[in-house]
């Protein structure tokens, strides 16, 4: 399994969040968290990411307990989030290696021009990220959250903002990385995904 969750439970000021929830996702199987806002969406997603820390219960990536090391299991995941904070000052390629020198990663100049190319940044990489449309800087947040080659994709909101057409291609660009991915957002029939965990309330469902 690449994603474990095992009983995990979460309260604010005892107002709980999460209860028992417990699921498994295999590598490349496309996952959706649906349900409205409050529903403990975001909660679990920042627990799995290691932002959170759960009250109760056990996350594990690729078989790694994050309890026993948070360092590692973060290595394992890709994070794009709703807001998709960028530093739009920056030339596309220079934060690219920004992000790469985050991860440390050994031959940075293939993995930036890998990146670039599987993204369709191409022809925008010598661009300031100020300048590029919406839709060009959500491959730009998808290119840093992919650059270190993750195990587990986890994507808030990705879609917010952006034009049919647009999310098309994003979408697209998604599935042909083939790895384990968590797709959080608010119900629609667009969304591709394996099967979904419809989050109402504390209770998820599955389906």
Do not use: W
């Not at 307990?65 to 299991?73: A, D, G, H, R, Y």
């Not at 994709?153 to 879609?159: G, V």
Request: proline residues 3%.
């Amino acid at each position: 399994m690449s994603i474990s969750i095992n009983k995990i439970s979460k309260a604010y000021n005892n107002e709980l969040a999460l209860k028992n929830i417990s699921f498994n996702i295999k590598k490349g199987e496309i996952v959706g968290f649906l349900g409205p806002n409050g529903a403990g969406k975001s909660t679990l997603m920042k627990i799995i990411c290691g932002s959170l820390k759960q009250d109760k219960g056990e996350v594990s990536i690729c078989k790694i307990n994050s309890k026993k090391n948070m360092l590692l299991v973060k290595s394992k995941i890709g994070y794009l989030s709703e807001k998709n904070p960028l530093y739009l000052d920056m030339y596309v390629k220079e934060y690219l290696t920004f992000i790469g020198n985050i991860y440390n990663i050994k031959n940075l100049k293939y993995a930036i021009n890998n990146i670039v190319l599987r993204t369709g940044l191409s022809t925008h990489e010598n661009k300031k990220i100020m300048q590029l449309s919406k839709g060009y800087k959500q491959r730009v947040g998808l290119a840093a959250a992919l650059i270190h080659e993750p195990d587990v994709l986890i994507l808030d909101e990705p879609s917010t903002g952006l034009d049919p057409n647009q999310l098309d291609e994003i979408r697209k660009l998604i599935t042909e990385f083939g790895l384990s991915l968590i797709h959080i957002s608010e119900p629609t029939r667009r969304t591709p995904i394996s099967y979904a965990v419809f989050c109402l309330k504390k209770t998820y469902v599955y389906d």
